[in-house]
């Protein structure tokens, strides 16, 4: 049975058997990040008979959303209920460790890298996994923050089809409001943009969008009034309310951990960690996988972005030690 510690509730004298126990033990691989891309990285390496310790401090992106779509086997599931049964078939294999704790920071050493975490514990392995996602930065905008992931949406994939037919805003401007637009049309045709200021697009957008009656409104959002996070009216700055039932919504993120930074791993220009399409980062022997390297966003691209990572983990050790 692979080991299971529970780092964050406890007060840190409970670690000192497994400190010692850690600062004695070069792991293969650390995964920082134990969610839905760093649980399949871990499944790949644990197959692999690799020793693995995962890392995580609880918090995914999509903890506030009451269902998981487009993910097949478990399209419709709770977020955490697939994590879950994800977590309990990681851990039936033997040479993977979970600790729930936030890993603070992390250095090169000689052959490896070492990690140190919140409850003070100090790992060290040949490889790391970094599946540590995004933290998605909230507008300022009364309401938001309470409807994010339930009738604030930010992919059609993910949660459009529950609302096709359905009064849908979508809140961006430019080629990112057009690109979404393009796809909800199909799904409903009561569609309004809300650019939040002077709308920024081009004379064949502008077209299109006019074509399908899909109305533009520049002015800004002021709040958005809902129960539960369940939308009811998007109030205007000038005091108009319209009703909807969902709002597409883009916004800006960050990465989740400043360690792959602080490693030299560079970003994207988009603020991903670049990777190449084995998801090794640029400083050898780290890789990155799920929201932090990619823009598609979903369970399933995690999933296998993070398999991915986890066996070319596995390769670069073959190939250093056969
Ligand atoms: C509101 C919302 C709704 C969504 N709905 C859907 C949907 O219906 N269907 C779908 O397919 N996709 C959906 N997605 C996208 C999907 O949730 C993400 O693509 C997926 O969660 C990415 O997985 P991940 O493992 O890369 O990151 P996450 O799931 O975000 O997990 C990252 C993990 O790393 C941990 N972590 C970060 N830093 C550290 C650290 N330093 N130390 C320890 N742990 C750390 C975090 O606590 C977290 O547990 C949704 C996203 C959002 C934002």
Request: overall charge neutral.
């Amino acid at each position: 049975m692979a080991v299971l510690i529970f780092a964050l509730p406890v007060p840190f004298t409970s670690f000192t058997k497994f400190n010692t126990m850690a600062d004695n033990k070069k792991f293969d691989v650390i995964i920082i990040g134990g969610s839905y891309a760093g649980l399949s990285a871990a499944m790949a390496l644990g197959r692999s008979m690799r020793n693995v310790f995962l890392i995580d401090s609880g918090n995914p992106c999509n903890k506030q959303t009451p269902h998981s779509h487009n993910f097949i086997t478990h399209d419709g599931e709770k977020p955490a209920v697939i994590a879950q049964k994800a977590k309990e078939q990681v851990l039936s294999y033997p040479t993977v460790t979970y600790m729930s704790d936030f890993a603070v920071s992390g250095m090169k050493t000689d052959g490896g890298f070492e990690i140190k975490t919140q409850a003070g514990i100090k790992l060290t392995a040949k490889k790391l996994i970094f599946a540590t996602g995004v933290k998605d930065i909230m507008p300022d905008i009364k309401g938001f923050a309470e409807c994010w992931g339930i009738s604030v949406i930010h992919c059609p994939y993910c949660h459009g089809y529950e609302y096709r037919g359905k009064r849908t805003g979508i809140m961006a401007n430019g080629d990112k409001a057009f690109h979404v637009a393009s796809l909800v049309n199909n799904l409903t045709d009561q569609l309004i943009v809300l650019t939040n200021g002077k709308a920024d697009f081009k004379e064949e957008q502008f077209h299109k969008l006019k074509r399908h009656t899909i109305e533009i409104i520049e002015t800004p959002v002021a709040e958005i009034e809902h129960e539960n996070g369940q939308l009811k009216n998007v109030i205007l700055n000038n005091g108009n309310k319209l009703e909807f039932d969902a709002v597409y919504a883009a916004i800006p993120f960050r990465q989740h951990s400043d360690i792959p930074v602080n490693l030299d791993c560079e970003l994207t220009e988009t603020g991903h960690i670049k990777v190449d399409p084995f998801q090794k980062t640029t400083v050898p022997g780290v890789y990155a996988c799920g929201d932090n390297s990619g823009p598609m966003r979903s369970v399933a691209y995690a999933v296998a972005m993070g398999n991915l990572a986890g066996a070319m983990a596995n390769m670069e050790l073959t190939a250093e030690e056969f």
